[in-house]
């Protein structure tokens, strides 16, 4: 990481991306790095969090709705993406003033096709990892396709995230059988396909009835769009890795019946290509600028051990509130999950924190930068061990939490190969 220098500032519950100070003349370089979609399969492969014998009792966290960030959720689950996008369709017929029979029964017609939809993803809940399962997952990925499409067009990001679906796939599942990655894309083909084919009749309902009702535009399409997308690079990702450990076309269609191999939809496109470099170049540029050699990454299962007390607990708690408040920013760079919450409620109490008292402090960014430094050996190696309790916990490093992970680092001079130990077992 020689040239980079990270801001040192929590402020606002955002950090500023890394800075090339000494390299202005490699821009590709840079953005190559910068752009990376390293949390390429944002599913967790290991759902269940295992404990030692002397398990501890789970904390609910509740936070207050004033904290200075304003995305720290209190691990509540935010409002579904259905519900959002009837409420958006609701206000705009208010907006319009619309009174008459026609667009009354029009919105009841949509409220029917949404119900309806909700139904299907609530579906065959008895099922281990069941549809709601996947759908979480399809709405998370369609946020960061969204905020990271700029200005492409959205059909090449889908195909750019199906290529990196796909490749994901083959890093993850290189050292295990054949049976093994067989039986793990079979599964997720099964569950894209039925939501991918759902989200499409979905669509059609509602095109369907914006012209029956002469309804000039569709409420819904933004939304809706990402979702869509989201879903097909998830579905066709996983089908382009099930082809090329050997699985049939045949095969494929018993699990997604309405599959036709469509070349273009399946292989994707490769992202690397942007920068007009090959994947072997790529790779060694994020060995020089991270430090990090791809070719050794292993993808082993993990499990996330906790225990009762920590040696942070020793601390001033001004000290284990900055702890904390780190804890929660890495937490929420891309998201709390359920997960991660039960990790930090568990991380509380091996701090010796009450959550309500944290409220009242109102932590800062730049106040925990302050107090996180001049700690022993001992103190970073566990403040290590919790940074990759709350990463590990939804089964993924995404590279929201690797920016202030690295920050961290930089703040805390703490051990750099959490880096790579991290990127070798949640990649």
């Not at 889908?158 to 079979?186: F, G, L, R």
Request: proline share 3%; glycine share 4%; hydrophobic share 35%.
């Amino acid at each position: 990481m020689d040239g980079f220098t990270f801001n040192s500032s929590f402020k606002d519950g955002n950090l500023k991306q890394p800075v090339d100070s000494n390299k202005e003349d490699e821009l590709n370089e840079n953005a190559l790095v910068e752009n990376l979609e390293i949390d390429l399969d944002d599913e967790n492969d290991n759902p269940e969090i295992t404990a030692d014998d002397n398990k501890i009792e789970s904390n609910e966290i509740k936070f207050q709705t004033d904290i200075d960030s304003n995305w720290l959720r209190g691990g509540e689950k935010p409002k579904s993406e259905l519900n959002n996008l009837k409420g958006s369709e609701n206000e705009s017929t208010e907006s319009d003033g619309a009174t008459s029979d026609q667009e009354v029964s029009f919105e009841d017609k949509i409220e029917e096709a949404f119900s309806q939809f909700e139904d299907d993803m609530n579906s065959d809940n008895d099922k281990e990892f069941p549809v709601p399962y996947w759908f979480d997952i399809v709405k998370t990925r369609a946020e960061m396709m969204k905020d990271g499409a700029r200005d492409m067009d959205p059909i090449e990001v889908q195909h750019e995230w199906t290529w990196s679906h796909a490749d994901e796939y083959k890093n993850k599942y290189q050292s295990v059988s054949k049976k093994e990655a067989t039986d793990e894309i079979s599964t997720r083909i099964e569950r894209y396909g039925f939501i991918y084919e759902q989200l499409c009749n979905l669509e059609k309902a509602v095109e369907d009835l914006c012209k029956l009702y002469a309804v000039q535009s569709n409420p819904f399409e933004t939304e809706h769009k990402w979702t869509l997308l989201s879903a097909a690079s998830s579905l066709y990702g996983s089908i382009n890795f099930a082809l090329s450990i050997g699985m049939s076309d045949s095969e494929i269609k018993g699990l997604y019946a309405s599959y036709e191999y469509d070349r273009e939809l399946v292989e994707g496109i490769d992202p690397f290509k942007k920068f007009g470099m090959t994947q072997e170049e790529t790779d060694q540029i994020i060995k020089e600028k991270l430090g990090i050699d791809m070719n050794d990454i292993s993808l082993p299962q993990t499990q996330i051990k906790k225990r009762l007390v920590s040696i942070l607990a020793e601390l001033p708690l001004e000290k284990r509130y900055a702890i904390f408040y780190i804890l929660l920013v890495i937490a929420n760079s891309d998201g709390m999950t359920d997960e991660e919450n039960k990790v930090l409620s568990d991380a509380s109490l091996e701090l010796d924190i009450e959550i309500d008292q944290f409220n009242k402090f109102k932590m800062d960014g730049d106040m925990a930068c302050d107090n996180i430094k001049e700690f022993n050996q001992a103190q970073k190696e566990e403040f290590s061990r919790l940074i990759q309790n709350v990463v590990g916990a939804d089964g993924q490093f995404s590279s929201e939490e690797m920016m202030f992970v690295m920050n961290v680092i930089a703040e805390s001079d703490l051990d750099p190969t959490l880096i790579s130990d991290l990127i070798g077992k949640y990649w």
